[in-house]
Nanobody
Framework: QVQLVESGGDLVQPGGSLRLSCAASGFTVSSYAMSWYRQAPGKERELVATITGTGGSTNYADSVKDRFTISRDNAKNTVYLQMNSLKPEDTAVYYC?????????????WGQGTQVTVSS
């Protein structure tokens, strides 16, 4: 059974740090492009960061670049999002996504989300 389970969301003060985890089962994260998205109430879900399967290259939204770091631990089959210098604007539910492009479609899996709240 394919499953993604996010954890690590919490309440944190502005300027603080959190590390989110996305534990995968039923597939190997090194074979997939793994991404973190976030969604605030009433707003569109937005892409935060991506790490590719083969080379491990990363991309970030401009709003989080130089503050967030996506990484992968293949031995643990887990993807992380290290979030530093957090701002109130980072408050959202954060979701993990796995994607594997096929010839005619893309396999996509989503986690359940974890709440991050940045407030004093």
């Amino acid at each position: 059974q394919v499953q993604l389970v996010e954890s690590g969301g919490d309440l944190v003060q502005p300027g603080g740090s959190l590390r989110l985890s996305c534990a995968a089962s039923g597939f190997t994260v090194s074979s997939y492009a793994m991404s973190w998205y976030r969604q605030a109430p009433g707003k569109e879900r937005e892409l935060v960061a991506t790490i590719t399967g083969t080379g491990g290259s990363t991309n970030y939204a401009d709003s989080v670049k130089d503050r967030f770091t996506i990484s992968r631990d293949n031995a643990k089959n887990t993807v992380y999002l290290q979030m530093n210098s957090l701002k109130p604007e980072d408050t959202a539910v954060y979701y993990c996504k796995a994607a594997l492009r096929r010839s005619y479609y893309t396999d996509v899996y989503w986690g359940q989300g974890t709440q991050v709240t940045v407030s004093s």
